[in-house]
């Protein structure tokens, strides 16, 4: 059984990468690579002394993604795989949406195909908006009109795409990732922000 990470030869998901083959997990990845090198994934092969499956393809590839479920017995899903900065989403909100959305619903939608109802979704600390006290917390509420981007509304839109589908479908498992920022690198050295 492997865990797949969309996303991940990303900043978060080659951290995360390396979480899971040390925890035992074998790990697929697919990612086209547009914020993210492939010399990520070798520097976590070279941190775990495993092999990454790795798949250079697009989450908005519906027929891709049939490929990599075809061939691999997947167990959960660990979305990264979206468009991430807010200035640029103010200047191309279609491209963010498309990309976050579609992406999201074909990703979705094969893990349906086949059966697999586990996710992990990289959210953002964006879907609480501007709140009056500085130190967030995850019972705050999450508004639409309070949300200051584009990227924010594709994660909030997400995560209430999510919460309907956990609801319809009470099998699915779904846990929704809020942070801000992340900064640092693993202690190796050897994978931080580039690459």
């Not at 995360?16 to 035992?24: H, I, P, Y």
């Amino acid at each position: 059984m492997s865990i797949l990470v969309a996303g991940g030869a990303g900043y978060i998901g080659s951290h995360t990468c390396v979480e899971l083959l040390e925890a035992g997990y074998e790990v697929v990845v697919v990612d086209n690579l547009y914020n993210a090198s492939e010399e990520s994934l070798k520097r976590v092969e070279k941190i775990t002394g495993k092999t990454v499956t790795f798949y250079e393809a697009d989450i908005l590839d519906k027929e891709a993604l049939n490929k990599i479920f075809d061939a691999h017995e997947i167990e959960a899903v660990i979305h990264f795989a979206g468009l991430k900065a807010v200035g640029e989403s103010c200047k191309v909100p279609l491209k963010y949406f498309t990309n976050n959305l579609s992406g999201t619903i074909n990703l979705l939608n094969v893990m349906e195909k086949y059966n697999v109802k586990k996710l992990v979704f990289s959210s953002s600390a964006t879907v609480y908006g501007v709140q009056e006290s500085p130190a967030y917390t995850e019972e705050m509420t999450t508004s639409s009109t309070a949300v200051s981007s584009p990227y924010g509304r594709t994660k909030l839109m997400i995560e209430d795409m999510l919460k309907d589908m956990c609801k319809a479908d009470p099998s699915w498992n779904v846990a929704l990732l809020r942070y801000f920022n992340p900064i640092g690198a693993h202690s190796s050295g050897e994978i931080g922000e580039l690459p």
